[in-house]
């Protein structure tokens, strides 16, 4: 089975020209974690329901205009910090810190 998965891998990567997508659980690991995880800066905390309620009741576009544009008076800067990411790939991240608090 690894076997296969490799090899999986391998023609992904062969197709994207090497880039192989990541998760957005990989890309929340890599951008985000480090202030969602500990709350830096009045960050909701992953998977805090209390904290991401009334950002939840917002409403998507909300949630997803503040994490690609940032938000003003707050640590929230546009997609993270990594301007790398795609739109998509942010609101992917949105999407899953969203499932985490629910």
Known sequence: MKTISMVALLVAGFITGGAVAATPEQNYKGT?????????GGAPKLGD???WAPRIKQGKDALYNSALKGKPGTAMVAKGGNSKL?????????????????
Not at 88 to 101: F, L, R, T
């Open 32 to 40: 985000c974690s480090a202030c969602h995880d500990a709350g830096v």
């Open 49 to 51: 329901k209390t904290a």
């Open 86 to 102: 795609t739109d998509a790939e942010v609101k992917g991240i949105v999407d899953y810190m969203m499932s985490k608090a629910r």
